[in-house]
């Protein structure tokens, strides 16, 4: 099982950005996913989660309003739509798929390699 995460970059306070995460080696259509990041010198923390239809969804009280955390079955894919980003949210964003805890917990089956998201003022 591999996971891709993509989507990252450097992007002036107040931008967008949309990060994706594919899957490949298993179908993960009835998994809660989620999205993960880790500033430097800081542990990781939960962003967000979705549940397997998208219609249960879960933030950080610091990206609420923000993001938005969304899934295309499908394509075995989910995704991070984040807007008016601010210096605060620069980390490296990591996905990961199949919870096995509670919703803000990072008990998850598997996780992607994590992409940079910076973010200037």
């Known amino acids: 099982v591999q996971l891709q995460a993509s989507g990252g970059g450097l992007v002036q306070a107040g931008g967008s950005l949309r990060l994706s995460c594919a899957a490949s080696?298993?179908?993960?259509?009835?998994?809660?996913m989620g999205w993960f990041r880790q500033a430097p010198g800081k542990e990781r923390e939960f962003v967000a989660a979705?549940?397997?239809?998208?219609?249960?969804?879960y933030y950080a009280n610091s990206v609420k309003g923000r993001f938005t955390i969304s899934r295309d079955n499908a394509k075995n894919t989910w995704y991070l739509q984040m807007n008016s980003l601010n210096p605060g949210d620069t980390a490296i964003y990591y996905c990961?798929?199949?919870?096995?805890?509670?919703?803000?917990?990072?008990?998850?089956?598997?996780w992607g390699q994590g992409t940079q998201v910076t973010v200037s003022s």
């Open positions: 979705i549940n397997w239809n998208g219609v249960s969804t």
């Open positions: 990961a798929a199949g919870l096995r805890g509670s919703w803000f917990s990072n008990e998850y089956d598997y």
């Open positions: 080696g298993r179908r993960f259509s009835l998994d809660v």
